[in-house]
């Protein structure tokens, strides 16, 4: 099972609607965007976060929580989109003690409204004893008011590429827990580029494969130099395809400042876009390597799936 | 674990927001409602699906798709709202062969265009093999464009407490796979009587609980009548208890039609309410018992916990 296959099948389906009963962006995106009342405009992301898949049991609540927030949260930045509200649900299993499903939820509570995007509602259900949980976070934010949202297709031939922070290592290190989603970057990136910021996308299933989606969803090529991508000193030779780094990864017209002043965030260049398709990295040492398969597909696996350290 | 108290706790801590950051309604109702752009309102709902909980094990896909976007859809209608977009996300044992797992989302896209609310977004997940399947569907919808939403707390003493259709055997039957969440009913209720429309929830946990939830919401006591409450010839005696109708159970002030024209759907007064508090039904035989205990909650036990034929 392939998520992206099967979201392409959905949003096949759903193309027809770009445009009709107010879906202004359909699925394929990171979010969706709706057309809400005169001239309102809405972006809808919802993600998982399930035991063993997406954290390891014994994880305290409170990062259990937070990163069930903050991973759609992540979506919103990556279309350059401010939260503004979220609903939650957990399949808690049978065993655990109520004061435990309460703390999980007064943690979801405390991260939303942290995050920008406070709980207005949710729904719990019971799991069998050892099943494991699972979370899902309904993410409502608004576009940028001037931008309006930045998509992934938007990259055309000329444009560098480039990478909010560093990448590798994220579920080692436990980065995948604790990781700030690029809000006020994204926002910024916006506010100073305008229509140069031509298309973005949050990191989540490995620089390589989000890079292929950016290409794809573009129509174009994109060559990614690995000497250029920042890693994190902790991260092992396949920090990309590590997934879980929750950075954004954007193609720009023109020069791009290397910080995000707000939050001191570094902003390197790591490639270009290119006429053709696909993405290919070139290697240190030079060989050409295609990037598409370098990541990890949500539908298989587990954590540290294509993570062999 | 009980729903009732946590959604409550999450209530009290997000009563602040009402009002405030574009919360209209928060959590505690059946949708919270938001305020998007200038003047634009959106309701916003979500609730789980899950395998043994809400469904059996070998119920058709098609069926189990249906069900997981009618449940959100019925709680638009609660509020007199109209569905626009839906977003799922299932969680699906490692054992399902990719075909499966497509067929359930198409027809959760085919149901869900077919409720008005076509699927703009979602995800997917793998769960261990033998986990049961966990679904998540949140509906976005516009509350009604001159009544507004209609909300649980409205009963004042003296008015008629009514229910369409009918109730009882909800799961045996298998209605709770079939059943047509009342959105025409709701939309048309709240074209008639206007503000007379008082409140409104859906009958999901049974009668006697979900009448007990309309007074506490609004404050006053409900006095249902156990003769008047038309059940289904197939209900047994726990009609007032099983939950799973799906029906809309509404307090409103002055005449009430008997019938909604376009659907056909009967409209029946079943009740009184009363200065007071809680929700009691007086039997067949004259006893006067508490409503409130009467249904089950989505915390504990499974399918037809409460339903002991």
Same mark, same amino acid.
């Given at each position: =099972?392939?998520?992206?296959?099967?979201?392409?099948?959905?949003?096949? &389906?759903?193309?027809?609607?770009?445009?009709?009963?107010?879906?202004?962006?359909?699925?394929?995106? #990171?979010?969706? =965007?709706?057309?809400?009342?005169?001239?309102? /405009?809405?972006?809808?992301?919802?993600?998982?976060?399930?035991?063993?898949?997406?954290?390891?049991?014994?994880?305290?609540?409170?990062?259990?929580?937070?990163?069930?927030?903050?991973?759609?949260?992540?979506?919103?930045?990556?279309?350059?989109?401010?939260?503004?509200?979220?609903?939650?649900?957990?399949? !808690?299993?049978?065993?655990?003690?109520? /004061?435990?499903?309460?703390?999980?939820?007064?943690? =979801?509570?405390?991260?939303?409204?942290?995050?920008?995007?406070?709980?207005?509602?949710?729904?719990?259900?019971?799991?069998?004893?050892?099943?494991?949980?699972?979370?899902?976070?309904?993410?409502?934010?608004?576009?940028?008011?001037?931008?309006?949202?930045?998509?992934?297709?938007?990259?055309?031939?000329?444009?560098?590429?480039?990478?909010?922070?560093?990448?590798?290592?994220?579920?080692?290190?436990?980065?995948?827990?604790?990781?700030?989603?690029?809000? +006020?970057?994204?926002?910024?990136?916006?506010?100073?580029?305008?229509?140069?910021?031509?298309? =973005?996308?949050?990191?989540?299933?490995?620089?390589?494969?989000?890079?292929?989606?950016?290409?794809?969803?573009?129509?174009?090529?994109?060559?990614?130099?690995?000497?250029?991508?920042? &890693?994190? +000193?902790?991260?092992?030779?396949?920090?990309?395809?590590?997934?879980?780094?929750?950075?954004?990864?954007?193609?720009?017209?023109? +020069?791009?400042?290397?910080?995000?002043?707000?939050?001191?965030?570094? !902003?390197?260049? !790591?490639?270009?876009?290119?006429?053709?398709?696909?993405?290919?990295?070139?290697?240190?040492?030079?060989?050409?390597?295609?990037? #598409?398969?370098?990541?990890?597909?949500?539908?298989?696996?587990? !954590?540290?799936?294509?993570?062999?350290?």
């Amino acid at each position: =099972m392939h998520e992206d296959q099967l979201l392409r099948r959905i949003a096949d &389906r759903t193309r027809a609607l770009a445009g009709r009963g107010g879906v202004e962006i359909g699925p394929g995106d #990171d979010c969706a =965007m709706l057309r809400v009342g005169a001239g309102g /405009q809405l972006l809808a992301t919802v993600d998982h976060l399930i035991e063993f898949r997406h954290f390891e049991p014994g994880t305290p609540l409170d990062l259990v929580a937070r990163k069930a927030v903050a991973r759609s949260v992540s979506d919103v930045a990556a279309m350059a989109g401010t939260p503004r509200w979220a609903l939650a649900t957990g399949a !808690i299993p049978a065993d655990w003690p109520q /004061q435990r499903t309460e703390e999980l939820f007064d943690a =979801m509570h405390r991260w939303a409204e942290g995050f920008g995007c406070p709980l207005v509602g949710g729904d719990i259900a019971s799991l069998p004893t050892g099943a494991p949980l699972v979370l899902t976070v309904t993410v409502l934010g608004e576009p940028h008011p001037s931008r309006g949202p930045v998509r992934r297709g938007g990259a055309r031939p000329g444009q560098g590429v480039y990478l909010t922070g560093a990448v590798g290592g994220s579920l080692h290190s436990g980065r995948h827990l604790t990781f700030q989603p690029r809000v +006020p970057e994204a926002r910024w990136l916006a506010d100073e580029l305008g229509a140069r910021l031509a298309a =973005m996308i949050d990191v989540s299933d490995g620089l390589g494969r989000d890079a292929g989606r950016l290409a794809r969803a573009g129509g174009v090529a994109i060559e990614l130099n690995e000497r250029a991508v920042p &890693r994190h +000193p902790d991260a092992g030779p396949t920090f990309l395809a590590d997934g879980e780094d929750y950075e954004l990864l954007f193609a720009a017209e023109g +020069p791009v400042p290397d910080l995000c002043p707000a939050t001191g965030t570094p !902003i390197t260049r !790591i490639g270009t876009v290119a006429a053709g398709s696909g993405c290919v990295v070139v290697a240190a040492d030079g060989r050409r390597l295609p990037a #598409d398969e370098l990541g990890w597909d949500h539908g298989g696996g587990g !954590i540290g799936a294509n993570n062999p350290e």
